[in-house]
């Protein structure tokens, strides 16, 4: 049996290959999603000698399926500030791929979510949770609502709002959201409550909760403990450490604190952070207290790193520009996708950076991912190294399946051996295709190969 896929009277008389049939299909059917175009790209482009080596992925019309998320869910969210004032924002869910576990992804919530952003987020989703070797599917959601600057008080209203709608589409074995930027634990802790209260069932219907309602130990810390464990990882394939490496970071967030956090125990020095406001440079190298610092700033009082640096000896804050600027042997992007470009790797390169842990989801522009990779350098992308959050959301979905809950030890420890699982995987990957040391390559094709051969087997569905 063969796929028929649809042709277009004007395509190309040159012959192209499967894989860029179905990325042209996909510029011409979403040409208002750039990000989304963006992720395919860097994915499809990847795939040639495993596409080419096993027919059977186009005989089934895996890369058409695949590209097309199963749902999409869009929905009004009302609600009123402190005022009384009624606002309305959009409410998405991008359940992409199910074929080897339930929809799993993050929420997030920022003024930039739209449809583009939440389709890219979702398609890495899917190849990033097969590679964590657990069995979840791909997913994401979010809102166009922004957190920052809101009430505890407002924040609540719109969370329960939004899961008024979305409680209907998800559930503990047919999706299982978690946070993403601007989502932390208080956005949980309202979702969960509200979610609870409609369906009257005390379930695992999220990750990332409170400790005291089923929340893991080390899930905070996970997706930026994992992006530091998947550096060392690379480094020791070249015999090397983490020890005494300069380290850059952006973002100031969840992923950025607990990136900084790991490196100072493995002996590196961090020493940028970023937020909206800026970026700050800590010439000697943060400290723990430091760190804890920028957390309470971030967690509690909800500031800006502009306001934080001013008077902070040591602390160089600096309006413009981007971290990149800084030569470092360790550059960890973890604030936000296209934070890094074309001049911004060059720059990395010239200085001698010698590892790229993305942190972030797609933080490089194809460009940059480009030079990274024809410099050999070692590049890790998000979908790889990032991939400890979703891994410790999976393993809280595991403990709350079985009512118990593990220690902080156990956790990390398990968190460790998937971060060397999913290096390990990809690095043989992309051996066995002929693009020793390509991580990208490695990844999307060890991702790949697990949910197209579940999609073989399940029909065409
Ligand atoms: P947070 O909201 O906790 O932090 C995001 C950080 O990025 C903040 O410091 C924010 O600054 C900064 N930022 C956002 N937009 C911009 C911008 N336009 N210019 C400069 N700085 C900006 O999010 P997370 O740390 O959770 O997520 C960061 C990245 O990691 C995202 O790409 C996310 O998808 C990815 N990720 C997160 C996971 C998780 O477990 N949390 C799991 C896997 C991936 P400000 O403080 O001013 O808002």
């Known amino acids: 049996?063969?796929?028929?896929?649809?042709?277009?009277?004007?395509?190309?008389?040159?012959?192209?290959?499967?894989?860029?049939?179905?990325?042209?299909?996909?510029?011409?059917?979403?040409?208002n999603e750039p990000e989304f175009i963006q992720a395919v790209t860097e994915v499809l482009g990847t795939l040639e000698p495993v596409l080419?080596?096993?027919?059977?992925?186009?005989?089934?019309?895996?890369?058409?399926?695949?590209?097309?998320?199963?749902?999409?869910?869009?929905?009004?969210?009302?609600?009123?500030?402190?005022?009384?004032?009624?606002?309305?924002?959009?409410?998405?869910?991008?359940?992409?791929?199910?074929?080897i576990g339930p929809y799993k992804g993050g929420l997030r919530f920022d003024s930039t979510v739209n449809l583009s952003v939440l389709k890219f987020l979702g398609f890495e989703q899917v190849f990033k949770n097969s590679l964590t070797t657990l069995p979840m599917?791909?997913?994401?959601?979010?809102s166009d609502f922004n957190p920052k600057g809101r009430s505890d008080a407002e924040v609540m209203r719109f969370c329960q709002s939004f899961m008024t709608e979305l409680y209907r589409h998800i559930g503990?074995?047919?999706?299982?959201?978690?946070?993403?930027?601007?989502?932390?634990?208080?956005?949980?802790?309202?979702?969960?409550?509200?979610?609870?209260?409609i369906v009257n069932e005390f379930t695992g219907?999220?990750?990332?909760?409170g400790l005291s309602f089923g929340g893991s130990l080390i899930r905070p810390e996970a997706t930026g403990y994992g992006d530091v464990y998947f550096a060392a990882n690379m480094l020791a394939t070249k015999g090397d450490t983490l020890e005494g490496k300069v380290c850059s970071i952006s973002g100031s967030g969840n992923?950025?604190?607990?990136?900084?956090?790991?490196?100072?125990?493995?002996?590196?020095?961090?020493?940028?952070?970023?937020?909206?406001?800026?970026?700050?440079?800590?010439?000697?190298?943060?400290?723990?207290?430091?760190?804890?610092?920028?957390k309470e700033l971030k967690q509690v009082k909800r500031g800006e790193l502009s306001e934080f640096a001013k008077g902070k000896k040591g602390v160089e804050f600096h309006k413009d520009g981007r971290p990149w600027a800084v030569p470092v042997d360790c550059a960890f992007p973890c604030a936000r996708q296209n934070e890094l470009d074309?001049?911004?790797?060059?720059?990395?390169?010239?200085?001698g950076v010698k590892v790229v842990g993305e942190g972030a989801n797609m933080p490089s522009t194809l460009e940059a991912v480009d030079k990274f990779v024809k410099a050999k350098i070692l590049y890790s992308p998000g979908k790889a190294s990032n991939a400890g959050g979703v891994a410790t959301s999976g393993l809280e979905m595991s403990q709350n399946s079985e009512r118990l809950s593990w220690s902080a030890a156990e956790v990390d420890e398990k968190l460790k051996g998937i971060m060397k699982a999913i290096h390990d995987n990809a690095y043989e990957a992309a051996k066995a295709f002929g693009k020793k040391g390509n991580y990208v390559a490695g990844a999307n094709i060890a991702g790949f190969v697990k949910v197209a051969d579940a999609m073989v087997a399940q029909g065409y569905v």
């Open 342 to 351: 074309g001049k911004d790797a060059d720059t990395l390169l010239k200085n």
């Open 137 to 142: 599917g791909g997913g994401k959601g979010g």
């Open 205 to 209: 219907v999220l990750t990332g909760k």
């Open 255 to 294: 992923v950025a604190q607990y990136a900084a956090q790991k490196l100072v125990q493995l002996g590196a020095k961090p020493v940028t952070f970023s937020d909206r406001s800026g970026w700050i440079f800590v010439k000697d190298g943060m400290s723990q207290d430091f760190i804890d610092e920028v």
């Open 52 to 99: 080419k080596a096993r027919k059977k992925y186009e005989d089934a019309g895996v890369l058409e399926r695949l590209v097309e998320p199963e749902r999409v869910i869009m929905f009004r969210v009302p609600w009123t500030d402190d005022a009384g004032k009624l606002h309305v924002n959009r409410g998405y869910r991008v359940q992409y791929n199910s074929a």
């Open 172 to 197: 503990p074995d047919t999706d299982v959201p978690a946070g993403d930027m601007n989502v932390g634990g208080r956005e949980i802790g309202y979702l969960f409550g509200q979610y609870k209260r």
């Open 1 to 31: 049996m063969r796929f028929r896929r649809s042709r277009k009277p004007n395509q190309r008389s040159h012959p192209m290959t499967y894989a860029q049939k179905v990325l042209a299909d996909v510029k011409a059917k979403n040409p």
